[in-house]
């Protein structure tokens, strides 16, 4: 029997370079993702844009690129006890690659909700989140948080997630109704890699402004919270610029792109807007009044992203279309 799994991809609000800190973050999962259409096998076999994977049922084998994602979250699965049996089917995707919106943490979240159906094998939401952001490291080496995954895993519809890092204990804030949000690709290709393993380093290293950003940041987070919570909305302007400054400044992660187009955003009507994700390139994020949305969405070249629920099987009725797709 064919089943077929789903896993968003994410848009963090505020708190940026905190997750990995033990801080605390407020992301929300997007009504574009990743969903694999499978049946049991005794390998894993899977093939996104025509492009293979074929390795064991434990991660084991020489899987390249795209391939190095389902095969670490396998790894990391067994490790956790899972029973060997495989999956063969197909990867489809709306969600844009590269882009900061967490197409690595949605393709490892929809494998590993797969590989654990067909093996029968009970995985708590937030573990099976630590194990695919193992897997991230495990696949292609970035030492991630713990963000996107959990994002990605305990989305809900209407609500941003507010997840302490540290201890990992999370709660919902509702979103506003009057708030739309809207996500602007930089077009710049988040390839810094190394630029996000140096960041941690000197954060460990206790650099004076590093830790600034990761002090205020969180406070910003419970500010955002707070305004969120209480219904005032004209804070959020001041909370954002000054997360995307400190992430300028402090952090040095923004580019000139990623400046200009918060800029463009402010001019352009936006209540709130900052970079989101790891910077170096990738998306920022806008809050807008949700009669301003549209448009702002349309100068910007960006696009309107609801707060969605998070990964899960999908229903046979909705198997023929992608939830995300218009
Ligand atoms: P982001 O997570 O911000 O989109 P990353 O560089 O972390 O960017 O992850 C992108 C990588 O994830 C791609 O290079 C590819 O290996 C993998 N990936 C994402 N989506 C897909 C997909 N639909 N099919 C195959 N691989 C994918
Ligand atoms: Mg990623």
């Known amino acids: 029997m064919q089943r077929s799994f789903w896993a968003p991809g994410r848009v963090n609000l505020i708190g940026d370079h905190t997750d990995y800190a033990g801080g605390v973050v407020l992301p929300i999962a997007v009504e574009f ?62 969600l844009p690659i590269g882009t900061g919106l967490s197409s690595s943490a949605a393709l490892e979240v929809a494998v590993a909700l797969a590989l654990c159906a067909v093996a029968d094998f009970a995985v708590a939401r937030m573990e099976l989140a630590l194990a695919c952001r193992r897997a991230e490291l495990r696949a292609v080496g970035v030492p991630c948080g713990i963000m996107d995954q959990a994002a990605s895993l305990l989305g809900r519809e209407g ?30 290709r988040q390839l810094e890699h190394t630029g996000y393993a140096d960041r941690q380093r000197e954060l460990a290293a206790g650099m004076p402004a590093r830790v600034r950003h990761v002090e205020t940041e969180n406070q910003r987070v419970r500010d955002t919270v707070k305004a969120l919570e209480g219904g005032e909305i004209g804070e959020l302007g001041r909370l954002f610029r000054s997360s995307h400054e400190s992430l300028r400044d402090d952090y040095e992660v923004s580019t000139p792109e990623l ?22 390139g990738g998306s920022i994020v806008v809050l807008a009044a949700q009669s301003r949305a549209g448009t702002i969405a349309d100068q910007l070249g960006g696009r309107v992203v609801r707060a969605s629920a998070g990964a899960r099987e999908l229903t046979p009725r909705r198997m023929g279309s992608l939830p995300g797709r218009a």
């Open 33 to 94: 993702g990743i969903r694999v259409d499978i049946e049991p096998s005794e390998r894993i076999a899977l093939t996104s844009d025509g492009r293979a994977v074929d390795v064991a049922p434990d991660g084991t084998g020489t899987p390249d690129r795209w391939g190095r994602y389902p095969a670490a979250v396998a790894a990391e699965l067994a490790e956790l006890g899972r029973p060997a049996i495989g999956i063969r089917g197909v990867v489809e995707s709306n």
């Open 159 to 188: 609500s941003a997630l507010l997840l302490d890092c540290r201890s990992l204990e999370y709660r919902y804030v509702p979103l506003p109704d009057e708030l739309a949000i809207v996500v602007v690709d930089s077009g710049e």
């Open 259 to 280: 400046d200009r187009l918060v800029e463009h955003a402010y001019d352009a009507g936006a209540l709130a807007a900052r970079l989101t994700g790891g910077g170096f």
